[in-house]
Structures are given as structure tokens and as C-alpha cells.
């Protein structure tokens, strides 16, 4: 049974940092393409960072050259490093997997606020 357990999340001040990690369980790891999404209240969940299993990266526009996302296959842990964050990335992120399915984990809440 697949298991994404995220943390991590938590207030921030704008401009600071945050490190979000996924810890993953049930699955072989190093085949699967890993995401990060995020729910804003009241708005659709969105793709923010992807990391394939060869290692290749993608970025939603908002987030590029400020988030980093990464993953060690070794410890079945996938990573996203936020900096310079803004009130407007203030939501639920979420861990996915994906390989032939899809599974998601509960969430954990990142607030920018002063």
C-alpha cells in the first residue's frame, strides 16, 4: 500500500524559506515521477514542481528560480526548497506519485504572512 507522509509546512514570513519533505513507502521509489502540488482556498489544485525518475525537473512559472525540487532515492524521500516566498504561495502542498497510478498524501500547510 502506497504511503506519502509530507512535513515540514508552517508559517513563514515573506521572503523566508521553507523545506518541504515527502517520505514515501510501499512503492519502488526510484521508478516513479514525484510532484508537488497546491490547494489555495478556494482555488483548483495546482502542479507546482515535478521530478521524473531520470531526474528531470519541471517548474509552474510562479515558482521558477525560487522553488527547488529534489529527491533521494535512497532514503524514498522526495524534497521541495521554497525561498523567497510570497503571500500568494500560501496553501495545502501535496506529495504525488505516479507511475502507472496516482497517489497523493495528506497534505501539509504552508502559510506566507507577516
Known amino acids: 500500500q502506497v504511503q506519502l507522509v509530507e512535513s515540514g509546512g508552517g508559517l513563514v514570513q515573506p521572503g523566508g524559506s521553507l523545506r518541504l519533505s515527502c517520505a514515501a513507502s510501499g512503492i519502488i521509489f526510484s521508478i516513479y515521477t514525484m510532484n508537488w502540488y497546491r490547494q489555495a482556498p478556494g482555488k483548483q489544485r495546482e502542479l507546482v514542481a515535478g521530478?521524473?525518475?531520470?531526474?528531470?525537473?519541471n517548474y509552474a512559472d510562479s515558482v521558477k528560480g525560487r522553488f527547488t525540487i529534489s529527491r533521494d532515492n535512497a532514503k524514498n524521500t522526495l524534497y521541495l526548497q521554497m525561498n523567497s516566498l510570497k503571500p500568494e504561495d500560501t496553501a495545502v502542498y501535496y506529495c504525488n506519485a505516479r507511475y502507472r497510478s496516482s497517489s497523493w498524501g495528506q497534505g501539509t500547510q504552508v502559510t506566507v504572512s507577516s
Open positions: 521530478i521524473s525518475s531520470g531526474g528531470t525537473t
